[in-house]
């Protein structure tokens, strides 16, 4: 249970606390510079550097309040853009001094982004699909942020500056390949299988349609064997049986599983 608590905590501070994810970024930029001294490269046990990194960092914020930082650089952001403007001169010192105040919070923005995409999501399969689809989801969106973070932790150390962004695009998207598709990207896939399902037999009925046509107008010694054949209609020819089949692949207890 101790060691449970003190990974939920070490994973909020890492989507959470700016504090902790410096120190985290920090901890990493030194051991690399460290393991090129011991002649290897910056990546030497990389993995141990991280695992390093996060005690570290748990030793040093752990016990610290964190929710109030990323309150105050939310709402210090305007002024700190007119600070960084006025105190500036020229259009590239201008545009550096934005781009400092900025990137500091290049986190938080994320955590915007992401956030107005998953909220949708995990309350449409919470309301669809029930609690556990909910907390399920839940989970994923927190695996993303967690992967997101880290990543950009890993950047700033690597590549400070643009380093932080790149990270936290590169960890959210490799996260989301491990965590695999979100509820609503598979209702939008299994849609669109359907929609594959019922174009794939409307082709089908109207080339028997046509084939059979064909035969009787041969059969029958017409001189133009197409002038026989009905228009096109485009609407969909589905019996009901057929309907109802690809209806239960969609929402019955036997749905299409497109998780792959």
């Given at each position: 249970m101790v060691a449970i608590a003190r990974v939920a905590s070490s994973i909020g501070r890492l989507i959470f606390d700016t504090k902790f994810q410096k120190v985290l970024s920090s901890s990493i930029k030194a051991s690399g510079r460290l393991?090129?001294?011991?002649?290897?490269?910056?990546?030497?046990?990389?993995?141990?550097?991280?695992?390093?990194?996060?005690?570290?960092?748990?030793?040093?914020?752990?016990?610290?309040?964190?929710?109030?930082?990323?309150?105050?650089?939310?709402?210090?952001?305007?002024?700190?853009?007119?600070?960084?403007?006025?105190?500036?001169k020229g259009f590239s010192g201008k545009a550096k001094a934005l781009w400092d105040v900025t990137k500091s919070r290049g986190p938080l923005l994320g955590y915007g982004l992401l956030a107005g995409f998953e909220i949708p999501n995990i309350f449409k399969a919470t309301v669809e699909d029930g609690?556990?689809?909910?907390?399920?989801?839940?989970?994923?969106?927190?695996?993303?942020?967690?992967?997101?973070?880290?990543?950009?932790a890993i950047g700033t150390a690597l590549v400070p500056g643009l380093g932080s962004i790149i990270g936290w695009f590169a960890g959210d998207y490799l996260t989301s390949k491990v965590v695999g598709k979100s509820y609503t990207e598979k209702k939008l896939a299994q849609e669109?299988?359907?929609?594959?399902?019922?174009?794939?037999?409307?082709?089908?009925?109207l080339a028997a349609l046509s084939s059979?046509?064909?035969?009787?107008?041969?059969?029958t010694g017409t001189t133009n064997p197409f002038s026989t054949l009905p228009a096109i209609n485009p609407q969909m020819t589905m019996t009901p049986e057929q309907l109802q089949q690809m209806y239960s692949m969609l929402y019955g207890q036997k749905k299409l599983d497109l998780n792959g």
């Open positions: 393991a090129k001294m011991k002649g290897g490269t910056r990546f030497t046990k990389f993995g141990k550097q991280i695992g390093d990194a996060f005690v570290r960092a748990e030793k040093k914020t752990g016990g610290t309040p964190f929710f109030k930082d990323m309150k105050k650089l939310v709402t210090d952001f305007p002024g700190d853009l007119k600070k960084a403007w006025q105190g500036a609690v556990v689809s909910g907390a399920v989801e839940t989970g994923k969106s927190t695996a993303r942020l967690a992967g997101a973070s880290l990543g950009a669109e299988k359907m929609l594959e399902l019922m174009e794939k037999s409307q082709q089908n009925q059979q046509q064909l035969l009787d107008s041969l059969n």
